[in-house]
């Protein structure tokens, strides 16, 4: 099978010895058409891979700020459909870093397997993230995304025992996402030193590119991460910089987050291989 567009991307931060940068920007805040913007703009910033979330009411692993952006979404009538419609628009303006849906199993089921993962994979979305769809039942999604191209990325806690990190790792597809902290998303002071061990284990049962993410808020911690993993996933902190004031400068102020959180990301010529 060819590399998908997701392992391209990590490949060429590779190759350009760089961590990758992989944005979490919920569709709808505070508009869609100011979303599509800042994705637009975080893309031009250096994103490698830009995650767009879907919003659902029950948000089971966000911490208050992406909680307060999703429910306010929301309340703008943001579907599923819409943020499939939202990737369309965004090929259509030009943008090429890949795209994953990230959200939760109950709107991709209620909107139907096969039809989600046709409609999405027709407006450009690279992967699928579903934070509440453990390895064990996830067969029927996977095999709809893998019939339509798309990569369904595995979510692994710093609890995960190690049969479960390999059976995540063994149909696991684009790269493979490790939280790095206890708990829900939010921006945090430091990353649980446990992440690294998590990353190492995740090492022995795949050859993908490993990101981590929930945290992740400063370059110091994207230089951090980047000792031992290929990628970093930001999204509270980046929700928190497009809320910080009116919504036309949303796009340059995420922009200009994203550039900053660049410069932890070039790995000194003797960092890790």
């Known amino acids: 099978m060819s590399e998908s567009r997701i392992g391209q991307a ?45 919003p659902f009411s029950d948000p089971l692993a966000e911490g208050p700020t992406i909680q307060k952006s999703s429910f306010h979404a929301l309340s703008q009538g943001v579907t599923p459909g819409t943020c499939i419609e939202a990737a369309r628009r965004l ?31 027709g407006a450009g979305v690279d992967g699928l993230i579903v934070a509440d769809l453990p390895t064990e039942e996830a067969g029927p999604l996977r095999t709809s995304a893998r ?52 990353v190492e284990v995740v090492r022995r049962h795949t050859q993908l590119p490993v990101a981590v993410g929930f945290g992740i808020s400063s370059p110091a911690h994207v230089t951090d991460a980047g000792e031992f993993a290929d990628g970093v996933v930001v999204g509270s902190a980046l929700i928190e910089a497009i809320g910080a004031g009116a919504s036309d400068g949303a796009p340059g102020r995420a922009a200009r987050f994203i550039k900053e959180l660049g410069t932890g990301a070039v790995r000194p010529a003797a960092g890790r291989p």
Do not use: W
Not at 35 to 41: E, F, K
Not at 160 to 176: I, M
């Open 91 to 121: 090929r259509g303006a030009g943008v090429r870093a890949p795209l994953v849906l990230m959200g939760y199993y109950n709107p991709v089921l209620s909107y139907g397997l096969d039809r989600f993962c046709t409609d999405a994979a």
């Open 10 to 54: 990590f490949a060429e931060a590779h190759r350009q010895r760089r961590t990758a940068i992989v944005p979490f920007v919920t569709v709808g805040y505070p508009t869609v058409e100011v979303s599509i913007d800042v994705v637009r703009a975080i893309a031009e910033a250096g994103a490698d891979v830009v995650e767009l979330g879907v």
């Open 147 to 198: 019939k339509h191209g798309l990569d369904l990325i595995p979510l692994l806690a710093l609890t995960s025992p190690e049969p479960r990190v390999a059976a995540a790792c063994k149909d696991a597809a684009g790269f493979v996402y490790c939280v790095s902290v206890l708990g829900v998303t939010g921006a945090r002071s430091a990353m649980s030193k446990r992440v690294r061990s998590l």
